[in-house]
């Protein structure tokens, strides 16, 4: 899924990483460069020396669907459902069939109604889904979601989950919440801009246990 070589830009110092599988948690303490390495694998970034392929291809060459942390910064519409179509009206697909496709990405969040809204009146959370319907719509080969779950309520986070696994797109996501972390196939642990852990979760997680990144729950069991 991911293959980095020599990797130098700002912060980070990769030298290797090989990450397989088809959900990705990306952990580290804040400043550790994880935003920074999520946009290079978008393809937001150009790296200064190394390079970077996302399911074998540049970044730039991938369809990328991104939801940052603050999705109302990036938003460009008064109306949901203009900005929920957003993509598909730049590649210019036809009016009736966008129309579908918008109205069955808020379907699949449970939020149809939302559509009929003006964006400034959301919620944090609305704003976060629709943000995630945008992210979807037009079929991306990969969603990247920088701390999408930090602000919002466990009921919305619930909807995203639900619906990236219904979705089945290959999901690159950073967070700090271990619990969700550990659910992931692949976790990189990054600190000070460097792989200090790359693995499996209990692999990773086995070597977090004396600090505050583990899982509560794995604490809570053993």
């Not at 179509?85 to 730049?90: I, N």
């Not at 990405?105 to 149809?112: I, K, T, V």
């Not at 196939?185 to 246990?209: C, M, N, T, W, Y």
Request: net charge negative; aromatic share 6%; proline share 4%.
């Amino acid at each position: 899924m991911i293959r980095v070589r020599g990797m130098r830009h700002h912060l980070i110092d990769i030298e290797r990483l090989d990450v397989e599988g088809n959900r990705v948690a990306l952990i580290g303490p804040n400043g550790a460069g994880k935003t920074t390495l999520l946009e290079v694998l978008a393809g937001m970034d150009r790296i200064r020396e190394g390079s970077a392929t996302v399911l074998g291809k540049s970044p730039h060459e991938v369809k990328v669907g991104w939801v940052g942390e603050f999705p109302d910064r990036t938003m460009l519409f008064s109306r949901v459902c203009d900005e929920v179509a957003s993509s598909l009206r730049f590649t210019k697909v036809e009016q009736t069939e966008a129309d579908r496709i918008v109205l069955e990405a808020m379907a699949m969040l449970g939020r149809p109604d939302l559509l009929k809204r003006y964006t400034r009146s959301l919620s944090g959370g609305e704003k976060a889904l629709v943000a995630f319907a945008a992210a979807i719509v037009n079929s991306p080969d990969i969603l990247i979601l920088d701390e999408v779950d930090s602000h919002l309520d466990e009921a919305t986070v619930k909807m995203i989950a639900d619906a990236v696994q219904r979705s089945g797109i290959p999901t690159l996501f950073c967070t700090q919440d271990m619990d969700r972390a550990a659910t992931a196939d692949h976790v990189i642990f990054l600190r000070d801009g460097k792989v200090e852990f790359s693995g499996p979760p209990a692999e990773v997680f086995g070597q977090l246990q004396d600090g505050c990144f583990y899982p509560s729950l794995w604490r809570l069991s053993q």
